[in-house]
């Protein structure tokens, strides 16, 4: 079942049609979006909605991309101290 959903981005309303239970999570994504537009906005003085669109947009692929290779340097320092971990229990236990 979908249901409508209204969300403003930057002096604009949008309209979704989102599954049930997911318009609390798409109004928190929007606003997100209108908080890194209106950022950029202040900090560049750009009025073209579309460049401001465009920025907000590399700077949230940005944020994903910087998360994403902290994710992964955290889970390879994990592999290596768990393989660390291991070593040295089979080297106690034998």
């Given at each position: 079942m979908k249901e409508k959903v209204s969300v403003p981005i930057y002096g604009r309303t949008y309209d979704?049609?989102?599954?049930?239970?997911?318009a609390l999570y798409i109004s928190s994504l929007a606003s997100y979006v209108d908080q890194k537009m209106q950022e950029i906005a202040k900090s560049t003085n750009i009025v073209d909605s579309m460049k401001l669109a465009v920025l907000?947009?590399?700077?949230i692929a940005d944020e994903l991309h910087r998360l994403r290779e902290n994710k992964d340097t955290f889970n390879n320092l994990v592999n290596k101290k768990t393989d660390e971990l291991l070593i040295l229990l089979n080297t106690v236990l034998e």
């Amino acid at each position: 079942m979908k249901e409508k959903v209204s969300v403003p981005i930057y002096g604009r309303t949008y309209d979704f049609d989102t599954d049930v239970g997911d318009a609390l999570y798409i109004s928190s994504l929007a606003s997100y979006v209108d908080q890194k537009m209106q950022e950029i906005a202040k900090s560049t003085n750009i009025v073209d909605s579309m460049k401001l669109a465009v920025l907000a947009a590399l700077n949230i692929a940005d944020e994903l991309h910087r998360l994403r290779e902290n994710k992964d340097t955290f889970n390879n320092l994990v592999n290596k101290k768990t393989d660390e971990l291991l070593i040295l229990l089979n080297t106690v236990l034998e």
